[in-house]
Nanobody, 118 residues
Framework: QVQLVESGGGLVQPGGSLTLSCTSS????????MRWYRQTPGLERELVASMTGSGTSTDYAAAVKGRFTVSRDNGKNLVYLQMNSLKPEDTAVYFCNARYLPLSYNYWGQGTQVTVSS
């Protein structure tokens, strides 16, 4: 069964840090473009960070640039989103997305809640 699973969400105070993880079952993440999205109720899903399949290039939304870092460990089949200096407006459900365009593969995780509040 092909599946993406996120973990690491939770409640954190403003200024704190969290690291989200994403792993897969049924396939390897190696070579997949990886993206992290977030969504709050009533709003569209927002692309937060992305990393190419080779891992050589990353991109970030302006709202998180300098605070969030996406990385991958192919040996452990994991992709991470390190989130620092968290703000209340970072509160959202965060989703992991794995894409392999040559074969039109596009997988989503179920999401993990991140709440930034004092």
């Amino acid at each position: 069964q092909v599946q993406l699973v996120e973990s690491g969400g939770g409640l954190v105070q403003p200024g704190g840090s969290l690291t989200l993880s994403c792993t897969s079952s049924g396939f390897s993440l190696r070579g997949y473009e990886m993206r992290w999205y977030r969504q709050t109720p009533g709003l569209e899903r927002e692309l937060v960070a992305s990393m190419t399949g080779s891992g050589t290039s990353t991109d970030y939304a302006a709202a998180v640039k300098g605070r969030f870092t996406v990385s991958r460990d192919n040996g452990k089949n994991l992709v991470y989103l390190q989130m620092n200096s968290l703000k209340p407006e970072d509160t959202a459900v965060y989703f992991c997305n794995a894409r392999y365009l040559p074969l039109s593969y596009n997988y989503w995780g179920q999401g993990t809640q991140v709440t930034v509040s004092s």
